[in-house]
């Protein structure tokens, strides 16, 4: 690939909804999910090998998870992994690494993509990937489309205006997590697509962006411009994220530019995002349940059994749920419950910290 890009890795996320399997001190990111023999994180980096040379990697991830970067991907030195000192969604995390990358390397092009996405068909997303450094190099701040199959409010929906002899669409409008009565319209309209999570730009146009969209966000990483990659950038980035607010790059940039343009792809994706997105992935029986246990299921329909070692589990008559133990919690709720994890977190906290 021409002018080979950095791959920028998100990695700080919990994992919620992946809870209890997925903890705070070891999330979703850091764990086999897949019975691959590699982490989401690790398949996220092999993916994405052939693409950038090992040194144009760079991994940003919170702070009490520096240890489990370091120790699934050796491969990388110290500099390439920056570290959050608290949370505040994706447009400071990639404020920060973006500003850093551009101090390094004023003409930087970056592919910004989650640590716990799942690619099938890769020679398919690598090709997509071609056209959207093409695409940056003039300039365009380039997102991967999902064609959709249902209506769902956990992404981003991007309506695109279409135009002959062209792979490299502009966005008309991107709505980020809608209700799930204007989900079902975008759904059945047929000229909306999900938003991959997936971006390509140009370090200087997303800079450009951040000034015009988020100028109090540009103002604060612009200050450490002198200090990135010196012994004071970690005083610097501490204080710089006690002074953004907590916002999607979706809603700061990607709703209000209008230089957004999408790429289509079709190659096989999925946020792994959820125990049922997960169910959808999995080899079923004949009763379309997922079974990763010693189990024995009667009347059971359409369920997720996961539990590990020897157990033997016994369940009768559920459909359409999740049982999951891991170490000291055993979880048994509606498959697609996911908008009950974040209750079920907060009050497994109340019980105690080892409980999350």
């Known amino acids: 690939m021409r002018n080979k890009p950095y791959i920028l890795i998100m990695a700080g996320g919990i994992g919620t909804r992946f809870w209890p399997y997925s903890r705070r001190k070891r999330p979703k990111q850091f764990l086999d999910v897949l019975g691959t023999g590699r982490t989401l994180l690790q398949m996220t980096f092999d993916r994405f090998a052939d693409i950038a040379e090992p040194d144009q990697f760079v991994i940003i991830t919170y702070k009490k998870y520096i240890t489990l970067v370091k120790e699934q991907l050796p491969e990388l030195?110290?500099?390439?992994?920056?570290?959050e000192p608290m949370r505040k969604n994706t447009a400071p995390c990639i404020?920060?690494?973006?500003?850093?990358?551009?101090?390094?390397?004023?003409?930087?092009?970056?592919?910004?993509?989650?640590?716990?996405?799942?690619?099938?068909?890769?020679?398919k997303f690598t090709s997509a990937l071609k056209k959207a450094v093409e695409a940056a190099d003039e300039g365009k701040l380039i997102t991967l489309g999902i064609t959709p199959n249902r209506p769902e409010i956990g992404y981003g929906y991007i309506q695109y205006i279409e135009k002959p002899n062209t792979e490299v669409f502009r966005v008309k409008t991107f709505t980020e997590k809608p209700n799930a009565k204007l989900a079902k319209t975008f759904l059945d309209s047929g000229d909306f697509v999900w938003n991959s999570g997936i971006f390509v730009w140009k370090s200087k146009s997303l800079i450009s962006a951040f000034e015009k969209h988020m100028p109090d966000i540009a103002e604060v990483f612009e200050e450490g411009m002198n200090i990135y990659g010196k012994d004071g950038e970690a005083v610097f980035v501490s204080s710089a994220y006690t002074q953004v607010k907590n916002i999607s790059i979706d809603y700061g940039i990607m709703e209000k530019s209008n230089q957004i343009y999408v790429i289509l792809g079709d190659f096989g994706w999925s946020d792994l995002g959820s125990w049922n997105s997960l169910y959808?992935?999995?080899?079923?029986?004949?009763?379309?349940?997922?079974?990763?246990?010693?189990a024995l299921l009667y009347d059971t329909k359409n369920s997720y059994i996961k539990v590990d070692g020897d157990k033997l589990v016994v369940v009768q008559g559920l459909e359409n749920y999740i049982v999951n133990e891991t170490d000291n919690v055993l979880l048994i709720c509606k498959l697609d419950a996911e908008k009950k994890f974040r209750e079920f977190v907060t009050n497994a906290r109340k019980k105690g910290e080892d409980y999350i």
Do not use: F, G
């Not at 030195?77 to 570290?83: F, G, R, S, V, W």
């Not at 930087?108 to 716990?116: E, L, N, R």
């Not at 992935?281 to 990763?292: H, P, S, T």
């Open 77 to 83: 030195k110290d500099h390439q992994i920056l570290t």
């Open 95 to 123: 404020a920060y690494a973006t500003y850093r990358i551009h101090s390094m390397d004023p003409n930087a092009t970056i592919i910004v993509t989650p640590a716990d996405h799942l690619i099938l068909q890769e020679k």
């Open 280 to 294: 959808e992935l999995r080899k079923k029986d004949e009763d379309d349940n997922v079974v990763e246990a010693n």
